[in-house]
């Protein structure tokens, strides 16, 4: 009898050292896979953010800033007033900028604009089309918007005349791209951090479009899915180191910040990174056409991508960035294009693979912090309660710092040997301390007992089965 109690007095103590990482491990999957309570999602974007603004903002980005391979003309408000007119200008005023874009032979030409309105400018339409023939004929990429969930996605003067084949409707048909941004509903009303290669009806987004008519498509292995509709989907990175350049037109101070400053300051002061003077070299259309000799204009053309936007009051057409906050929606394609070329194709990407390696990792941890809890290495000795309170304190402290630090360097892997975007660290390092707490104040202590109270009968029954079977051999 004393024997069968020593038994199962044994097997009780094992059942709650096991029933110890179970109660934890089911909590950690959970919180990682579910996200029952939605902080997955917040220290996901978190997570992102800060290191868009501490390392990879400041870093990102070539040394000179000629190399920069995109350039964005901006249509504002200053060029409506220098030349007479309102929104929308007339088809001649966009011919007459992409004519003076063409004269500084860039390496192709985004619109990001949309013309699926009908008006009665035949002047406008003619030199229009003009300019699209003059493209075509000197070799240079030249991409329109193409207007989403409309039956006709440009109007039909640019593309149908009474004199077919001047080449103009080919060249157009060729070059209709989408300009949708958001992957998901998530991505709208937050910073612009994804952009997709295919939008409505299979369209290739802007950025892609240009890549790949300047050097070569990208190969599909990258994509997330198999399935009908699978995209290249991108995770931007927006630099904040503002072009040089951009002091002459562009409202407010460029200013650069060293790496280590712009780190605290993103840590404690983010708002203070935040300028309006973006990454990417810009030129005011009415620059452009007022002083098209401007040697600061012929460089930022020359062998670039241009593209050509809008910045006006009323049009919504803006998006929200993690480095320069709001800011029209073209530089989004244009720094898509440059990541890009920057990363040669192999831009940072989101996988779905990333959501097991953080269930790999919180499993980790959460065995790790169990065992450590249950070793005597977390029960230091000291007859004064206090320094025995500080030391364990102290090594619990140095359990956590270990833990974060191996996150990080998983995520330092992934990032530079795997191209993917960042893990959800800040999640990662709120379930160490989480479970630390946890762990800790033996917190979730009562539950084993109930379990062991709940489930009598089965661990009992095992038991006996088990010594049954023992004694029968």
Same mark, same amino acid.
């Given at each position: !009898? ?118 009665? @400018? ?12 003059? +493209? ?52 709208? =009303? ?5 952009? !997709? ?5 299979? +369209? ?15 190969? !599909? ?13 991108? @995770? ?42 973006? +990454? ?28 050509? =936007? ?60 169990? =065992? ?38 998983? !995520? ?14 800040? =999640? ?46």
């Amino acid at each position: !009898m004393n024997e069968n109690s020593g038994n199962l007095r044994q097997n009780e103590t094992r059942f709650r050292c096991w029933a110890h990482y179970a109660i934890y491990l089911v909590l950690s999957g959970l919180v990682v896979l579910i996200d029952p309570f939605g902080l997955q999602a917040v220290t996901q974007k978190a997570s992102q953010d800060l290191i868009q603004r501490t390392v990879l903002g400041p870093s990102y980005g070539p040394d000179e800033y000629y190399e920069q391979p995109a350039s964005v003309v901006l249509l504002n408000e200053e060029f409506l007033s220098q030349f007479g007119m309102t929104w929308p200008p007339s088809l001649k005023a966009h011919a007459l900028v992409l004519g003076a874009i063409r004269q500084h032979r860039p390496a192709g030409v985004l619109v990001d604009m949309i013309f699926p309105d009908q008006r009665d @400018d035949p002047a406008g339409v003619a030199a229009l089309r003009q300019e699209i023939i003059a +493209y075509d004929k000197a070799g240079i990429p030249l991409a329109f918007g193409r207007a989403p969930n409309l039956a006709n996605p440009i109007r039909n003067d640019l593309l149908y005349v009474d004199r077919p084949g001047d080449g103009a409707e080919e060249a157009l048909r060729t070059s209709l791209v989408s300009l949708e941004l958001a992957t998901d509903k998530e991505s709208e =009303g937050t910073f612009a951090r994804q952009y !997709m290669r295919l939008g409505s009806q299979r +369209y290739v987004t802007a950025a892609y479009w240009m890549y790949e008519q300047q050097r070569q498509p990208l190969p !599909m292995k990258w994509d997330a899915s198999q399935t009908e509709g699978a995209q290249l989907t991108m @995770d931007i990175i927006w630099s904040n180191r503002p072009h040089v350049i951009n002091g002459r037109w562009v409202d407010g101070p460029c200013r650069e910040f060293p790496l280590l400053l712009s780190a605290a300051q993103a840590l404690f002061f983010p708002g203070m990174l935040r300028q309006g003077c973006p +990454y990417i070299g810009t030129i005011p259309a009415r620059a452009l056409l007022l002083t098209p000799g401007d040697e600061d204009i012929v460089t930022m053309i020359d062998k670039k991508t241009v593209f050509y =936007g809008t910045d006006l009051a009323g049009t919504g057409d803006v998006v929200i960035t993690p480095t320069h906050g709001v800011l029209p929606a073209v530089y989004v394609h244009a720094m898509a294009y440059d990541n890009l070329v920057t990363f040669d194709g192999d831009f940072k990407r989101t996988a779905e693979a990333i959501v097991w390696v953080e269930l790999l990792l919180a499993a980790a941890v959460t065995i790790a912090a169990v =065992g450590f809890s249950r070793s005597r290495l977390s029960q230091p000795e000291d007859d004064r309660p206090i320094v025995r309170a500080a030391k364990r304190g102290l090594r619990w402290i140095l359990f956590d710092t270990t833990w974060f630090s191996v996150t990080i360097l998983v !995520m330092v892997v992934l990032y530079v040997f795997f191209h993917l975007s960042p893990l959800n660290w800040v =999640g990662l390092a709120a379930l160490v301390l989480g479970l630390s707490v946890l762990v800790s104040k033996q917190a979730l202590e009562a539950i084993v007992p109930v379990l062991l109270v709940l489930t009598p009968s089965v661990v009992n029954a095992w038991v006996l089965e088990k010594q049954d079977r023992e004694s029968v051999s």
